[in-house]
């Protein structure tokens, strides 16, 4: 790398510049198929969501017609848990352990559209994307590029797209101190999703993975500019977009041990919220791990029972990681 230039760090700039690239991401038109799976979310929650987020592989390339099986991922943040489940023991489950997981799908002219969601409430939101959340969940996913097509009013909008800056600001916060040298923006961003799978029970490969700064990575480059100052970050950088920390504040205090152990509650508890969750389960390994698994009718009648075998066997097998 060249050589490194200080400049004054520029705090609230930088996360005005960082809100503004956030926005124009939350604005951005999505495909018919996206769309008509947020209308219909609308419909199923009648008036109680908040706002609703889309993300992941399905935003950066929509999906391309009826041989597309990929699932289109959408988190809706509501106000009142208990309306959004069905069931005491759900809206529980919701509050103890964000978020519940369900699943939707719709057949449409376009073919069968197939949709997982996540209802978060927005307290719990603003918990999950600080740098004060024990667990990553949340951030190292919002801190990718994210549309919302719907917020209750514009203040909501506001809100909703200034917990996604701060997500971005929190992944770097998290991760950039990890570093005892100069990084560059793929450096960071690849360890900030490598270390955030590495917390969960995730089926996905390292190229797989690596893959969510590659495919965006010019996008990437520009975040990390602003949400290390964001963050509160003192950086000297170098010509040729690398970064060394010279003064940073306490990082979250993040545990792999405890990232595990979360991410095995969340799959049992998946197996009780989510219509079809076995079979959900053992097709997502069988399509990013390439193993070949198999579930018993029993197992597939019983979810939440076998889950948590089902998780321990699977991860023995090295279907996740």
């Known amino acids: 790398m060249t050589a490194g230039r200080v400049q004054a760090p520029d705090h609230d700039g930088a996360r005005v510049a960082l809100l503004r690239l956030v926005e124009t991401e939350a604005e951005q038109r999505i495909g018919e198929a996206a769309m008509a799976i947020n209308q219909a979310l609308l419909a199923r929650f009648k008036g109680g969501a908040l706002a609703t987020l889309f993300y992941g592989s399905c935003l950066r390339t929509p999906t391309a017609g009826p041989g597309d099986d990929r699932i289109h991922d959408f988190y809706v943040v509501v106000d009142d848990l208990r309306a959004a489940n069905r069931g005491a023991l759900a809206a529980w489950g919701n509050r103890v352990?964000?978020?519940?997981?369900?699943?939707?799908?719709?057949?449409?002219?376009?073919?069968?559209?197939?949709?997982?969601?996540?209802?978060?409430?927005?307290?719990?939101?603003?918990?999950?994307?600080?740098?004060e959340a024990r667990d990553s969940y949340f951030w190292a996913r919002l801190c990718q590029p994210t549309a919302v097509p719907f917020a209750r009013g514009a203040a909501m909008r506001r809100e909703i797209v200034a917990l996604l800056a701060e997500a971005v600001a929190t992944a770097?916060?998290?991760?950039?101190?990890?570093?005892?040298?100069?990084?560059?923006?793929?450096?960071?961003?690849?360890?900030?999703?490598?270390?955030?799978?590495?917390?969960?029970?995730?089926?996905?490969?390292?190229?797989?993975?690596?893959?969510?700064?590659?495919?965006?990575?010019?996008?990437?480059?520009?975040?990390?500019?602003?949400?290390?100052?964001?963050?509160?970050?003192?950086?000297?950088?170098?010509?040729?977009?690398?970064?060394?920390?010279?003064?940073?504040?306490?990082?979250?205090?993040?545990?792999?041990?405890?990232?595990?152990?979360?991410?095995?509650?969340?799959?049992?508890?998946?197996?009780?919220?989510?219509?079809?969750?076995?079979?959900?389960?053992?097709?997502?390994?069988?399509?990013?791990?390439?193993?070949?698994?198999?579930?018993?009718?029993?197992?597939?009648?019983?979810?939440?029972?076998?889950?948590?075998?089902?998780?321990?066997?699977?991860?023995?097998?090295?279907?996740?990681?």
Request: some cysteine; aromatic content about 10%; overall charge positive.
């Open 97 to 131: 352990l964000p978020p519940n997981v369900f699943r939707l799908e719709l057949t449409t002219d376009a073919g069968r559209l197939r949709c997982k969601y996540g209802v978060v409430g927005l307290a719990q939101l603003r918990h999950a994307v600080s740098t």
């Open 172 to 321: 770097a916060a998290a991760t950039a101190p990890s570093f005892g040298r100069r990084f560059t923006p793929r450096e960071l961003w690849r360890r900030v999703f490598a270390d955030s799978y590495g917390r969960e029970l995730r089926p996905e490969s390292a190229e797989r993975v690596a893959s969510l700064h590659d495919l965006q990575a010019s996008r990437f480059t520009v975040v990390t500019r602003f949400a290390l100052d964001a963050a509160g970050f003192t950086v000297e950088r170098s010509d040729d977009d690398g970064f060394r920390l010279l003064s940073a504040p306490p990082p979250p205090r993040l545990s792999r041990a405890r990232g595990k152990l979360m991410s095995a509650l969340r799959l049992s508890k998946a197996a009780f919220t989510f219509e079809g969750g076995a079979d959900y389960l053992v097709w997502k390994i069988e399509r990013h791990a390439g193993k070949r698994l198999a579930i018993t009718p029993w197992q597939r009648r019983h979810p939440l029972l076998s889950a948590p075998l089902l998780a321990w066997r699977w991860w023995r097998s090295g279907a996740f990681r």
